[in-house]
C-alpha cells in the first residue's frame, strides 16, 4: 500500500474537524430519554479517549482477542499511544477489514464526537493502513449518517432552530465559500510530472467542472430558511470532504492502480460503461419525475445517484490526487453525468427543499417559528427584489396536505387551512417589511415581487379551495390570480390562472346538477376570464402559455356543449416541452411551487383525458360529459 500523503493527512484532518463540529452541534446534554443517555454515554467516551489512552490501547494490544473492543469503541485512540495500536492493526493484516467494518459501523451510529477524535493520531502517526482501515471509513459513514438523518430526524432542526447558531453559521458559509477554488489548489499541489499542455488542461478542466459544482450547490441553499441552510452546508461540505480524503487517501491510490492494470476499461468498454450510466441515470429521473414513484424507482434513484457519485470520487482520484496520463481522457468524462444531472434537478430539488422549510415553519413552536419568520425577511425580503418563494412553498405545502394520507416526514400532518394561513401571514408579513424599508430606487421591481406573491397565493387558495369543495371562495381565488398576474404581464401565470376559473366553473357546475357552464357573470375581468379571447388576442404568448389556455378553453368549450369547437381547440394546441415552460416561468419570475415537468406533465393529463372524454361523446352522438 502507498504511503499517506500529506494532502490526504490535511484533508483526513478537515474532515475529522468536521464530522467533529457537526456532531457537537447535535449534541444536546439537557435532551430527554433515549437522546440524553447517547449524548452524555458519547461525551464519556471522549474523555475516556484523551485521559486513559496509554492504559487502554496496552490492554487490548495485551490479547490479539481484545481487537472487537477496538472495532466497537474506537475511543481507545487519541495522540498518545497511537504507535502501539497502530503497530498492532497492521501487524495482522487479516484484521483489517474487522476494523474496516467497525469504524464503518461506529460512523453510521453518527458517533462524530469519537470519529474526529480518532482522526487526530494521523498527526502524530500519518500511517497509510491506519488511514485506509480506521480513517477513512469512520469519516465517510459518519458524512453519510449526517446526510441522511438531516431529513429524517425533525428533533434535530427544531432543536436547533431554538439557538444562537451565527458562529457555526459563519463558519460553514466561509468554508462553502472557499470549496469551489479547492479543486484546483489540488491540482497545482498534486503535481504530474512531466505532463504534457493537454494533461494539465484536462486536470483543470476536472478541477473547474468539480468547483462549478460546489458553487452551484452553495447557490441553491441560499433561499432556503437559515437554520436549515447552515444544517444542509455543514453536512453536503463534510460530505464532499470526506469523498476527497477517500480520492486522495491509499484506497484512491490502489483503485486507480487496479484500473490502469485493467486495460479494457481504459478503452471502450470503459466509454460505453459510463455512457450507459448516463444514459440510464437521465432514463430513470425522466420516469422519477413524471409519474408516482414506487420503491423499486425510488431504490433505483438512489443506486444511481451512489454510482455518479463515485465516479466523481474516481474522477478526482485519477485526476487530481493520483494522476494517471493514461486514464486522464477518460476520467475527464466522469464527472460530467453528476454535473449534467445537478443541472437538470436543480429547480426540483429546490422545490423539495422549501416544501421540506415550510413544514419545518409549520411545526416550531410560535416562538421560534416568529424568530424563523424574523430570520426569513431578513435573508430574503430586505432586498432589490424581494423573494417570495417560501410562501409558495407553504402554499404548495397546504395542496398537498389536502390528501388526507400525506404527512411531510419527519414532521407532523398539518392541515390545509392553517398552511394557508401562515402563507397570508407571511406574505403580509412581508409587505410590512417592504413598505417600511423600501428605497425608493426599488420600487418597481419589489412592487413587481409583491403582486406575483399575492397572484401565486390566490392560485394556491383556488387550488386548495376547489379540491375541498369550497367552490365560491374557490372561484373568487382563481379570479384574483388572473387579475393579478394580467396586470404585471406574467403571461404563463396569467394562462395557469385562467385554467383554474376553467376548474372552478366546471367544478360548481357539476356540484350544481347536470347543466352546462354558463359564461362568466364578471365580463369586465380580463378577457372575460376566457381563455380563448386570451389566444385570440395574443399572437406573441409563449409556447407553453398558448398550450396551457387551448386545453382551459377546449375544456371549457366541451362542458358548454360545443363538442365540435372543444375537438377543434384540441387539435390546434401546438406542442410546448418541458424547455419551453422553463423559459416562460424564468420570464414570469414566480416559484410556482413547481419545476417545468410538474406544469407540463399536469397540462398533459388535462389535454389527454379531455381527448378521451371528447372522443367518446363524438362516438356515442351524446352532450357534454364530466371529466
Not at 441552510?229 to 486522495?248: D, G
Not at 392541515?415 to 403580509?428: G, H, K, M, N, Y
Amino acid at each position: 500500500m502507498v504511503e499517506a500523503s500529506w494532502v490526504s493527512v490535511a484533508l483526513a484532518v478537515a474532515a475529522g474537524v468536521s464530522v467533529l463540529g457537526t456532531r457537537l452541534g447535535q449534541l444536546d446534554c439537557a435532551a430527554d430519554g433515549y437522546r440524553r443517555v447517547t449524548t452524555w454515554a458519547e461525551l464519556a467516551a471522549a474523555l475516556l479517549l484523551v485521559l486513559f489512552s496509554d492504559d487502554l490501547v496496552r490492554f487490548v494490544g495485551a490479547d490479539p482477542g481484545w481487537v472487537w473492543a477496538v472495532v466497537v469503541g474506537a475511543a481507545v485512540l487519541g495522540f498518545c499511544g497511537a504507535d502501539d495500536l497502530v503497530r498492532f492493526v497492521g501487524a495482522d493484516p487479516g484484521w483489517v477489514w474487522a476494523v474496516v467494518v467497525g469504524a464503518a459501523v461506529l460512523g453510521f451510529c453518527g458517533a462524530g464526537l469519537l470519529v474526529g477524535l480518532l482522526t487526530a493520531t494521523l498527526i502524530q502517526t500519518p500511517d497509510a493502513v491506519w488511514l485506509a482501515a480506521v480513517v477513512v471509513p469512520g469519516v465517510l459513514a459518519c458524512a453519510l449518517h449526517n446526510q441522511f438523518t438531516l431529513t429524517r430526524t425533525a428533533v434535530l432542526l427544531i432543536g436547533a432552530s431554538g439557538r444562537d447558531e451565527r458562529l457555526m453559521g459563519t463558519w460553514w458559509r466561509l468554508v462553502a465559500s472557499v470549496a469551489p477554488v479547492l479543486p484546483l489548489v489540488a491540482v497545482f499541489a498534486v503535481p504530474l510530472p512531466g505532463a504534457s499542455a493537454a494533461e494539465w488542461v484536462s486536470r483543470v478542466v476536472v478541477a473547474v467542472i468539480l468547483g462549478a459544482q460546489l458553487y452551484a450547490a452553495d447557490r441553491a441553499r441560499y433561499r432556503l430558511l437559515r437554520v436549515y441552510r447552515r444544517r444542509l452546508r455543514a453536512t453536503e461540505s463534510t460530505l464532499a470532504v470526506a469523498l476527497a480524503l477517500l480520492a486522495a487517501s491509499p484506497v484512491g491510490a490502489s483503485v486507480v492502480t487496479d484500473w490502469v492494470d485493467t486495460s479494457a476499461l481504459t478503452g471502450p468498454l470503459g466509454y460505453g460503461l459510463l455512457a450507459a450510466v448516463f444514459v440510464v441515470h437521465l432514463a430513470v429521473l425522466r420516469a422519477y419525475s413524471t409519474r408516482v414513484p414506487g420503491n423499486a424507482l425510488v431504490v433505483a434513484v438512489i443506486l444511481l445517484r451512489a454510482v455518479v457519485t463515485a465516479l466523481v470520487a474516481l474522477s478526482l482520484a485519477a485526476v487530481v490526487f493520483h494522476p494517471e496520463p493514461d486514464l486522464l481522457p477518460l476520467s475527464v468524462l466522469l464527472p460530467v453525468p453528476a454535473a449534467f444531472v445537478q443541472v437538470l434537478g436543480a429547480r426540483r430539488l429546490l422545490v423539495e427543499r422549501q416544501v421540506f422549510d415550510a413544514a419545518l415553519l409549520m411545526a416550531l413552536p410560535e416562538d421560534s417559528r416568529e424568530h424563523a419568520v424574523e430570520r426569513w425577511l431578513d435573508d430574503a425580503v430586505d432586498r432589490p427584489v424581494p423573494d417570495f418563494s417560501l410562501p409558495d412553498a407553504v402554499g404548495a405545502l397546504a395542496h398537498r396536505a389536502v390528501d388526507a394520507h400525506y404527512v411531510p416526514l419527519p414532521f407532523p400532518r398539518v392541515e390545509p387551512d392553517q398552511c394557508l394561513q401562515l402563507a397570508t401571514v407571511l406574505v403580509s408579513t412581508a409587505f410590512e417589511r417592504v413598505v417600511s424599508k423600501s428605497p425608493p430606487e426599488t420600487a418597481v421591481s419589489r412592487s413587481r415581487a409583491q403582486s406575483a406573491a399575492v397572484g401565486d397565493l390566490a392560485m394556491w387558495q383556488a387550488k386548495v379551495f376547489g379540491e375541498l369543495d369550497h367552490g365560491d371562495a374557490a372561484r373568487a381565488a382563481a379570479r384574483q390570480a388572473v387579475d393579478t398576474f394580467d396586470a404585471i404581464g406574467a403571461t404563463l401565470a396569467t394562462a395557469l390562472a385562467m385554467a383554474a376559473v376553467v376548474d372552478t366553473a366546471v367544478e360548481l357546475s357539476a356540484a350544481a346538477g347536470p347543466r352546462l357552464v354558463e359564461h362568466p357573470d364578471s365580463p369586465d375581468g380580463p378577457y372575460g376570464y376566457e381563455p380563448a379571447r386570451m389566444l385570440a388576442e395574443h399572437d406573441d404568448l409563449p409556447p407553453a402559455a398558448k398550450r396551457v389556455l387551448a386545453v382551459a378553453a377546449a375544456r371549457l368549450a366541451f362542458h358548454r356543449g360545443d363538442e365540435t369547437a372543444s375537438a377543434a381547440l384540441l387539435r390546434s394546441v401546438q406542442p410546448a416541452r418541458a424547455e419551453d415552460f422553463r423559459v416562460a416561468m424564468r420570464a414570469d419570475g414566480i416559484a410556482f411551487g413547481a419545476d417545468a415537468s410538474d406544469l407540463l406533465g399536469a397540462t398533459l393529463a388535462t389535454e389527454r383525458q379531455l381527448a378521451h372524454v371528447v372522443q367518446v361523446a363524438a362516438h356515442r352522438g351524446s352532450g357534454p360529459g364530466t371529466d
